[in-house]
C-alpha cells in the first residue's frame, strides 16, 4: 500500500501527517519548527530600529526642497525582508527534510497544504524526486487545525473537485 503524506505548512511550523491504512483521520508523523520564526518580530528589526532611528520621511525635516510622504517606514521593510528570509530558509529545511525521507522511502505520494506564500517557497526548494511525488497542493493555512479538521476539509476538498471536474 502507497504512503502517502500530507504536509500542513506555514512561515514556522511544518507538520507531517499519514493518511492511515485502517482508519479514516490523519495520523501525526512528525513536527518541524523554525525557531526564528518564533522570534518576536521586534526582536527580527531590532537592528533596523537601531540604525534607523526617527522617521524615515523627511517630512518633519525643515530646509527641505521636497517633502516626502510615506505610509511604510524603511524599519517595517528591514523587519519584512528579514522574515521573508527566514520563511526562505525555513522551506529550505523543509525540502532537505523530505528529500531525506523520500531517500528512505518513508512516503511514496505527498500532498502539500500550505499558506499561499509559503507554498511558493516551498515548491521551488523542492528537489526534483520530491517534486514529481506531489499529488495535490491546497493553499490554505490549515496549520493550527486538529488532525480530524485537516482529515474533514481534505476530503471535502477531494469532492469538491471530483464534482467540478465532471
Same mark, same amino acid.
Not at 518564533?38 to 530600529?49: F, S, T
Given at each position: 500500500?502507497?504512503?502517502?503524506?500530507?504536509?500542513?505548512?506555514?512561515?514556522?511550523?511544518?507538520?507531517?501527517?499519514?493518511?492511515?491504512?485502517?482508519?479514516?483521520?490523519?495520523?501525526?508523523?512528525?513536527?518541524?519548527?523554525?525557531?526564528?520564526?518564533?522570534?518576536?518580530?521586534?526582536?527580527?528589526?531590532?537592528?533596523?530600529?537601531?540604525?534607523?532611528?526617527?522617521?524615515?520621511?523627511?517630512?518633519?525635516?525643515?530646509?527641505?526642497?521636497?517633502?516626502?510622504?510615506?505610509?511604510?517606514?524603511?524599519?517595517?521593510?528591514?523587519?519584512? *525582508?528579514?522574515?521573508?528570509?527566514?520563511?526562505?530558509?525555513?522551506?529550505?529545511?523543509?525540502?532537505?527534510?523530505?528529500?531525506?525521507?523520500?531517500?528512505?522511502?518513508?512516503?511514496?505520494?505527498?500532498?502539500?497544504? *500550505?499558506?499561499?506564500?509559503?507554498?511558493?517557497?516551498?515548491?521551488?526548494?523542492?528537489?526534483?524526486?520530491?517534486?514529481?511525488?506531489?499529488?495535490?497542493?491546497?493553499?490554505?493555512?490549515?496549520?493550527?487545525?486538529?488532525?480530524?479538521?485537516?482529515?474533514?476539509?481534505?476530503?471535502?476538498?477531494?469532492?469538491?473537485?471530483?464534482?467540478?471536474?465532471?
Amino acid at each position: 500500500m502507497k504512503k502517502i503524506w500530507v504536509l500542513i505548512a506555514d512561515e514556522a511550523i511544518t507538520r507531517i501527517l499519514q493518511w492511515p491504512e485502517v482508519g479514516d483521520e490523519l495520523e501525526s508523523v512528525e513536527e518541524l519548527t523554525d525557531a526564528d520564526a518564533h522570534a518576536n518580530a521586534g526582536d527580527l528589526r531590532r537592528d533596523a530600529y537601531g540604525r534607523r532611528a526617527g522617521s524615515a520621511t523627511q517630512a518633519g525635516r525643515q530646509n527641505t526642497p521636497h517633502r516626502l510622504r510615506s505610509t511604510a517606514s524603511v524599519t517595517s521593510s528591514a523587519g519584512e *525582508a528579514e522574515q521573508h528570509l527566514e520563511a526562505e530558509g525555513f522551506a529550505k529545511r523543509v525540502a532537505e527534510h523530505l528529500a531525506t525521507a523520500h531517500n528512505q522511502k518513508r512516503f511514496d505520494e505527498l500532498q502539500i497544504v *500550505a499558506a499561499p506564500r509559503f507554498l511558493g517557497l516551498l515548491r521551488k526548494a523542492l528537489t526534483p524526486q520530491v517534486a514529481a511525488t506531489v499529488t495535490d497542493s491546497l493553499n490554505k493555512d490549515l496549520v493550527h487545525l486538529e488532525n480530524s479538521d485537516i482529515t474533514a476539509r481534505l476530503r471535502a476538498a477531494k469532492r469538491d473537485d471530483s464534482t467540478t471536474a465532471g
